[in-house]
């Protein structure tokens, strides 16, 4: 197998993401080296890789670059949003492909990304910048409801809740300070945005910019209801049902996002929703699809999708063909309530479900589990195929009936 180059992927310690990319890596006979967000003694024990803190820009491209002085790299790769910026700074300084530093963080800070989109007239929802400091009964006062509050850097729908009017508002506001404080460990006061809550049904939006030129690779719909309190999201299906002309619509609607906050390179994961006034959009990321959702998507030659965005980032061929003969999706198994994980029943009715293709639980038996808007991680994930989406969705749903999680409040284990 040829050596077509050395990859350095900014990852986190735990990424659901990691072994896919080396697998893709491995086949494509690509070297990847991790760059781990932790210590670099740590780093070095715990995978052999490199380590510096992401959110140091200057450490971080000070670290990259002692590193490809002596190992060249074709391409820095972030496998989800806590990297992003770090390899926007880092592939600059090398003069590596990559979307501008500027255009990464707007893709991570949500109020510099909701700026730029209404600025370049992409439909987006009302929206307002506001501190955990500020009088939030003077708030509640003045924002329009329904809304929903949310950090600005969170992913994963974490810290994300809708308020329906003023004391609902600051009781979510006042949740959101302590998540806050808690993740950044500072209690100082924090940023967070409020924007109108936005009816509709949402999708997800897969796809690949070239030179600023979108690629579609898949349309997801969320066939569960995502009106609050909280936004936990489920279940995902590809091919969506929606009509072509609306998922025409949703692709131009994206492109515009991702050309208003200037990224014009790699994978892009975009949520919109959709109503009688068309599509909306909510978020664009520079990154690709997380958790192990990208396990839906095949395409042709047996490529997966990190194998898309390995090819692209080394210059290889990448365009490729989704394999449609059939319909697929996931169900990220949500976490019904706090405690601790004793046990997990119905695993093997679960995968014996018609359509089913597999069911991993992601969390180990004995650890604590938080569901959201604190919590950041999901159960595990049921993976279906079928004939249609519908068949698809009720195999998900007939998979995930059959799982019992024994879960155990922190202080009765005491």
Same mark, same amino acid.
């Given at each position: ?97 990559? &979307? ?54 969170? &992913? ?259």
């Amino acid at each position: 197998m040829a050596d077509l180059g050395r990859v350095l992927l900014l990852t986190t310690a735990h990424s659901y993401r990691n072994e896919a990319f080396l697998r893709a890596a491995e086949r494509l006979g690509i070297a990847v080296v991790k760059a781990i967000d932790m210590p670099p003694a740590m780093a070095q024990t715990w995978s052999g890789g490199i380590g510096f803190d992401f959110a140091d820009a200057g450490a971080a491209t000070a670290a990259v670059a002692a590193y490809a002085a002596t190992h060249p790299l074709n391409a820095i790769l972030a496998v989800d949003d806590s990297g992003v910026v770090a390899a926007a700074n880092a592939a600059a300084w090398l003069g590596l492909p990559h &979307n501008t530093p500027a255009a990464a963080e707007a893709a991570r800070d949500k109020f510099l990304m909701r700026t730029l989109m209404a600025a370049a007239g992409v439909p987006c929802p009302w929206f307002s910048r506001f501190s955990t400091g500020d009088d939030l009964h003077g708030i509640a006062a003045q924002i329009p409801y329904p809304c929903v509050v949310k950090p600005l850097a969170l &992913n994963g729908s974490r810290g994300v809740m809708r308020a329906n009017d003023p004391e609902s508002f600051v009781g979510a506001a006042q949740r959101l300070a302590r998540l806050l404080a808690r993740e950044t460990a500072d209690a100082a006061p924090q940023p967070f945005l409020v924007e109108s809550f936005i009816p509709g049904f949402e999708v997800a939006l897969e796809g690949m910019l070239d030179g600023g030129e979108l690629t579609v690779l898949a349309l997801f719909d969320k066939p569960d209801p995502l009106d609050g309190p909280y936004f936990e999201e489920t279940i995902y299906v590809t091919p969506s049902r929606l009509s072509p002309a609306v998922q025409a619509a949703i692709a131009a609607c994206t492109g515009r996002a991702a050309r208003a906050i200037g990224l014009h390179t790699g994978p892009i994961h975009a949520e919109l929703r959709v109503n009688e006034q068309g599509p909306w959009m909510l978020e664009v990321a520079g990154r690709s699809i997380g958790g192990l959702c990208a396990q839906t998507l095949r395409f042709d030659r047996e490529m997966s999708l990190e194998e898309l965005i390995l090819r692209q980032a080394c210059g290889l061929p990448w365009q490729a063909a989704r394999d449609l003969a059939q319909a697929s999706g996931v169900m990220m198994i949500p976490i019904p309530e706090a405690g601790n994980l004793q046990g997990v029943e119905g695993v093997a009715a679960a995968q014996a479900t018609p359509g089913v293709e597999s069911v991993e639980i992601s969390v180990p038996l004995h650890h604590t589990v938080t569901p959201l808007p604190e919590g950041d991680s999901y159960l595990g994930f049921i993976f279906a195929r079928g004939d249609t989406p519908a068949v698809v969705e009720a195999a998900l749903r007939q998979a995930h009936a059959h799982l019992r999680f024994h879960i155990v409040p922190e202080f009765a284990l005491g």
